[in-house]
């Protein structure tokens, strides 16, 4: 019996000591993958039946990286690699066991990667663990692409979009993918004989994300600090030529009802130019650019007295867009790419411009863009230019120092005028640990005008630790009332001053700390757990407290993939002038301070269901009265060639004595149809009651060859509730990409 009990005793102390050690395991090692070339053709038709497939070294045995980062995964992976003098070929079985469909968002490209099942590959050509590539495939054989920028310290962005090619074969018990990726599409080092690079799988049946190379449950995916290494045989060499060509025609009717106008039909052609300059290195070029955007952005309800910030989406801007766009804090921005081109949300007409970016060296990147507007007599503006200048340098391993120069100057009689002119000048040191637990940033930036103000600067500082269990963040921002970003998004220090009717300059200091612990049960439902504190707090140059946000809240993040939250949210706000809380144009609510308090509560279903959704309602003071806010979503998906969903939002606000109540109503169904691979529609509605709109959007692409796309847009505005026309247009839009 001894013997039995000190057997089963040590069976129990190995299988207890399993994930610690490969916990242990994964945090130590650094996986490499040989890569050679290949010596005869490789056909992408998902059949990995060439020689040199079965020559190529395997990269297997993945890490569970969720729900829990301490073991092998389950869901089997293999991948092979291999190249020519064009492109990288990567090869997946993508084994899957177990019965019933994929998980499938649509066949649209740049599905979402929470509601599809995925094989996906991250590319760091640099091996700085900064910027990078992702390429990933559904079993379907859909494509997503995107950038990474900062190391992934957010999830990289899908609206990059370029040639590259893969094919899926599925099978009772595996799907294959296999990829080329043009040398041409990246940029890379043509000196390095070592790439970082990681492969990871989702497979949301199984409910599980694996990875080739581990990385810790609290970072993403794409994350660069956690990547392998492909070794390459030699050094992949220049591209050769590598210009693309990107003409468009645009076709345009808008009707005007609402201010009876006579109809307005138009046109434009232009077009961009690509220059790969060297492997590492792109010009940008553009001549007479249509910098409209085919899907409208969504409304939003606005209840701040701030502006809302919207992200760039148009594609000339969005190649190394960190590298001019990520200067300053989110709401400190010195250069906002959206802000070129319009004029009080009016368009300008762009007459050209040129972008060059990339690296110039291992740790050098620099950027530097130029573009020219025409005049418009009917707004009153002259012809402008809008210059920038960004350069990073890495320093320390994985942090770098960026600094920037941001010019828009006036022409006047064909000259720069001396008086009509904005610049900043900034500084930025990021801080980025190698295990990227540590992440900081301090920055100063300064505005130049003619009228030579004082205090025109801003400064900030971030400092974020991130482990499994402890996450906490520590932030600080400074602006002068005399900064000026013309060119940037600084809602904070322009508030309306309803005796002058006009917007006024202020200053402000903000603090926003924030605490949160993660508990992760060993088994149940929750996959985690824990309290935190979030804290926003605002003051005057004084030091006064001007608003004040505490937030203490406690998160369950469930191993199904849903989350329920609940929230407490204590507010202090000082009105310098009297606003109009409602936009309802009643009585504005008197300058003074305020006190309130609210309770959030927020449900989202599993996302993985073809019926799922989400519902958010807060309740509390608003001001000296009360509002009620009920957010819901819900979608359906017909996979993989439909979803239906509609977002609801109500805000509904009470107030005392003469101030006006408000019902706020943001109604907005949707349908997105796939009819392939490459033709899609998409109709959305949005009811808005704050801006008394009916918007009607429907939007017909179709990509009849790889990044060329046809558009055909339609869109409807009227009044609410009677439903009275106020204008309508139709848009066509052809884009060819010609590749050199």
């Known amino acids: 019996m001894t013997r039995v009990k000190f057997r089963n005793t040590l069976l129990a102390m190995l299988l207890l000591s399993l994930p610690i050690s490969v916990q242990a395991q994964q945090s130590e090692v650094h996986r490499i993958v040989k890569i050679k070339e290949a010596l005869g053709e490789i056909t992408i038709d998902g059949v990995l039946d060439e020689s040199d497939w079965s020559e190529a070294e395997y990269a297997k045995d993945f890490y569970q990286k969720y729900p829990a980062d301490t073991s092998l995964a389950i869901t089997k992976t293999a991948v092979r690699i291999t190249y020519d003098n064009d492109n990288i070929y990567i090869g997946a079985i993508c084994y899957d066991e177990l019965e019933g469909d994929y998980v499938i968002q649509s066949l649209k490209r740049d599905f979402d990667l929470e509601v599809s099942d995925a094989f996906l590959v991250y590319l760091d050509p640099f091996s700085d663990h900064l910027n990078g590539f992702s390429f990933g495939v559904n079993p379907l054989g859909v494509q997503r692409e995107g950038l990474i920028e900062g190391g992934a310290s957010f999830e990289e962005g899908s609206s990059w979009d370029n040639k590259w090619f893969s094919e899926v074969r599925r099978y009772k018990d595996s799907w294959i993918v296999e990829i080329s990726i043009p040398?041409?599409?990246?940029?890379?080092?043509?000196?390095?004989?070592?790439?970082?690079?990681?492969?990871?799988?989702i497979d949301l049946k199984r409910n599980e994300v694996s990875v080739w190379s581990p990385i810790p449950i609290n970072f993403k995916t794409g994350a660069l600090a956690f990547t392998g290494s492909l070794a390459w045989d030699a050094p992949p060499q220049e591209a050769g030529i590598n210009i693309s060509l990107i003409p468009y025609a645009i076709g345009n009717g808008a009707w005007d009802f609402e201010n009876s106008t006579p109809d307005d039909y138009g046109g434009n052609v232009g077009g961009d130019a690509k220059i790969a300059l060297s492997s590492s290195l792109n010009l940008d070029l553009t001549i007479n650019p249509d910098f409209s955007q085919v899907e409208v952005d969504r409304q939003q309800t606005n209840l701040t007295r701030f502006n809302l910030f919207f992200p760039e989406k148009r594609q000339f801007f969005i190649e190394n867009s960190d590298l001019f766009g990520q200067f300053g804090f989110r709401q400190i921005r010195p250069f906002f790419s959206r802000n070129i081109g319009l004029h009080n949300g009016m368009p300008i007409q762009i007459m050209g411009g040129a972008r060059l970016s990339g690296k110039v060296s291992k740790s050098t990147r620099i950027g530097?863009?130029?573009?020219?507007?025409?005049?418009?007599?009917?707004?009153?503006?002259?012809?402008?230019?809008?210059?920038?200048v960004a350069i990073q340098q890495t320093l320390f391993g994985n942090s770098y120092l960026g600094g920037i120069f941001v010019n828009r100057h006036a022409i006047e009689d064909d000259k720069f005028s001396a008086n009509d002119y904005n610049r900043?000048?900034?500084?930025?040191?990021?801080?980025?640990?190698?295990?990227?637990?540590?992440?900081?940033?301090?920055?100063?930036?300064?505005?130049?005008?003619?009228q030579e103000l004082s205090n025109g600067f801003t400064h900030g500082s971030w400092l974020m630790y991130?482990?499994?269990?402890?996450?906490?963040?520590?932030?600080?921002?400074?602006?002068?009332?005399?900064?000026?970003?013309?060119?940037?998004?600084?809602?904070?220090?322009?508030?309306?001053?309803?005796?002058?009717?006009?917007?006024?300059?202020?200053?402000y200091y903000r603090l926003e700390p924030m605490f949160q612990y993660k508990i992760y049960p060993k088994s149940g439902?929750?996959?985690?757990?824990?309290?935190?504190?979030?804290?926003?707090?605002?003051?005057?140059?004084?030091?006064?407290?001007?608003?004040?946000?505490?937030?203490?809240?406690?998160?369950?993040?469930?191993?199904?993939?849903?989350?329920?939250?609940?929230?407490?949210?204590?507010?202090?706000?000082?009105l310098i002038y009297d606003f109009d809380v409602t936009y309802s144009g009643g009585t504005p609510l008197p300058a003074g301070n305020y006190d309130y308090r609210s309770v959030l509560v927020k449900y989202e279903s599993n996302k993985r269901k073809k019926l799922n959704g989400k519902l958010k309602a807060i309740y509390g003071g608003f001001y000296n009265g009360t509002k009620l806010t009920v957010n819901g979503d819900l979608s359906y998906r017909m996979q993989p060639w439909?979803?239906?969903?509609?977002?609801?939002?109500?805000?509904?606000?009470?107030?005392?004595?003469?101030f006006p109540d408000a019902s706020i109503w943001l109604i907005g169904p949707k349908i997105e149809l796939s009819f392939t691979k490459n033709m899609f529609f998409t109709t959305f509605f949005q009811y808005n009651t704050q801006m008394d709109n009916v918007n009607i959007n429907a939007r017909f692409q179709w990509r009849f060859k790889p990044m060329s796309d046809l558009y055909i847009v339609y869109t409807d505005n009227y009044y609410s509730p009677k439903f009275g026309i106020k204008n309508r247009a139709l848009v066509i839009k052809l884009i060819y990409w010609i590749s050199v």
């Open 183 to 201: 040398f041409k599409t990246i940029r890379y080092n043509k000196d390095l004989s070592s790439w970082g690079i990681n492969f990871a799988r």
């Open 368 to 388: 530097i863009m130029s573009l020219q507007t025409s005049s418009n007599d009917s707004l009153g503006v002259e012809s402008q230019n809008y210059g920038v």
């Open 424 to 450: 900043i000048v900034g500084l930025d040191f990021n801080l980025v640990t190698k295990n990227s637990k540590w992440r900081g940033k301090i920055f100063y930036h300064h505005s130049l005008t003619s």
């Open 466 to 507: 991130d482990s499994k269990r402890f996450f906490a963040m520590w932030n600080h921002e400074y602006v002068g009332e005399n900064y000026m970003a013309e060119v940037g998004f600084v809602p904070r220090n322009q508030q309306y001053n309803s005796e002058i009717d006009a917007f006024e300059s202020v200053s």
């Open 525 to 574: 439902p929750i996959n985690y757990h824990g309290p935190a504190l979030y804290i926003n707090n605002y003051y005057d140059v004084d030091f006064k407290s001007t608003d004040r946000f505490y937030m203490p809240n406690y998160k369950i993040n469930f191993r199904n993939t849903a989350v329920f939250e609940i929230h407490y949210h204590e507010y202090f706000t000082k």
């Open 642 to 658: 439909g979803i239906f969903s509609v977002n609801i939002e109500q805000n509904k606000i009470t107030m005392p004595d003469s």
